[in-house]
Nanobody, 113 residues
């Protein structure tokens, strides 16, 4: 079964940038992949997804600020996050869309001055 490991989170000031990475233990080439996030006390929600042919879709709250990409040869999925806001603070996860694989540990993103 595919295992997912997210990395790249951290503490950043409002307006800053981070690049998240997701490493899959097996091929995810033919899967729609997504980044999800879960803020304290909130349900996990998807924020960006990308088709096997790299067509992206974003939720309105991150459109124009986040960019999802993938490298199928490396079984990697990325999330470039720019113009970060405090409301982006959450644990970020990647998974198939809809979610199918076991959830990884996620990576914490904290946006605060």
């Amino acid at each position: 079964q595919v295992q997912l490991v997210e990395s790249g989170g951290g503490l950043v000031q409002p307006g800053g940038s981070l690049r998240l990475s997701c490493a899959a233990s097996g091929s995810v080439t033919f899967n729609v992949m997504a980044w999800y996030r879960q803020a304290p006390g909130m349900q996990r929600e998807w924020v960006a997804r990308i088709s096997s042919s790299s067509t992206p879709i974003y939720v309105d709250s991150v459109k124009g600020r986040f960019t999802i990409s993938r490298d199928n040869a490396k079984n990697m999925v990325y999330l470039q996050m720019n113009s970060l806001k405090p409301e982006d603070t959450a644990v970020y996860y990647c998974n198939r869309f809809p979610a199918l694989f076991p959830w990884g540990r996620g990576t914490q993103v904290t946006v605060s001055s």
